[in-house]
């Protein structure tokens, strides 16, 4: 099957345990290789999984770290992940704790290189590739922020580690855009941002019948679907965001309502409905649809 049905009951491609399913099952390289090819700007011939498995020694879900690490084409390395929710990230505006994580992400992985022995400029290239819900860099209407080592004035120093913020929700225009005319990027963070949601399916579809490695993704999602299992893990995972949610709120119920738009915004980016949403924060239905 091609296309997804118009009714069909789809997981979220954005949460980052459905991401990093669909990204690790084993008939699903091509689709990791168009992903990162997209995200670093070169083609890539081949790519290894070195995490296909979920942490099991930790028994908090929201603990297990749900990134894509991967080698390619005998070489780079790169690491891909989802951010979905900002449960986990303090709510100032500078977003300094998504920044600092990807840095410490981007840097630990590429000191974790073999370097007894070896010369340094044999040292591959490593890539830290976030996929985000929500907007980070405000002052950037671009979708996509591309950092390397580079002097104040501009000039690239090195391109041994890279880090690449890819914020989905910016590409609303994009969306009246005629597929052919999407890059694979756009393309990509559409499908991860929006397959879920019925309303988009017609623009989900015309992609999927335009970009073959996106086919293939959204049967691998439509199978993932179909699975209980998954589902059961994904109420679990947003269960315990709820409870997390909550506990953040009781604590810090003296911060006022402007605490309670903050998280309720967090728990709407992360797919709550918006009673829960309510229940939790004391909001108004109508509050919260503003948000």
């Known amino acids: ?33 168009s992903v990162v090819s997209a995200a670093i700007e070169r083609p890539v011939v081949d790519v290894l999984v070195r995490n296909t498995a979920l942490p099991v020694t930790d028994v908090m879900e929201k603990r297990q770290r749900f990134d894509v690490n991967c080698t390619i084409d005998g070489g780079d390395q ?43 400029h044999r040292l591959v290239r490593t890539y830290q590739v976030t996929f985000c819900a929500y907007t980070i ?31 989905m929700n910016k ?14 990027l756009e393309a990509w963070s559409i499908f991860f941002n929006s397959a879920d949601d019925p309303k988009k399916r017609d ?13 293939m993704a959204s049967e691998l999602l439509m199978e993932i679907s179909q699975d209980e299992r998954q589902r059961a893990i994904m109420r679990s995972r947003r ?21 309670a738009f903050e998280i309720a915004n967090a728990m709407k980016v992360a797919g709550m409905d918006v009673d829960t949403i309510s229940k939790y924060t004391g909001l108004t239905v109508d509050e919260i649809l503003q948000l």
């Open 137 to 167: 860099f405000k002052q950037w209407p671009d979708f996509v922020s591309r950092f390397s080592l580079r002097r104040a004035t501009g000039e690239q120093v090195s391109d041994q580690i890279n880090m690449v913020v890819i914020e």
């Open 78 to 120: 790169v690491d891909v992940e989802m951010q979905c929710s900002r449960v986990e990230e303090d709510t100032s505006d500078d977003h300094s704790g998504f920044i600092n994580k990807s840095i410490y992400y981007l840097t630990d992985l590429h000191s974790s290189q073999e370097s007894m022995g070896v010369d340094y």
């Open 203 to 215: 623009l989900i579809n015309n992609i999927i019948q335009t970009k073959k490695e996106i086919k």
């Open 239 to 259: 269960m315990y965001e709820t409870d997390q949610i909550s506990n953040i709120l009781t604590a810090e119920r003296r911060g006022g309502r402007q605490k």
């Open 171 to 184: 590409l609303s225009a994009r969306m009246k855009t005629p597929v052919e005319d999407i890059s694979w």
């Open 1 to 33: 099957m091609a296309i997804i049905p118009p009714d069909a009951d789809i997981l979220p491609p954005s949460d980052d345990h459905i991401f990093k399913t669909l990204l690790t099952r084993n008939d699903a390289k091509p689709v990791l290789m």
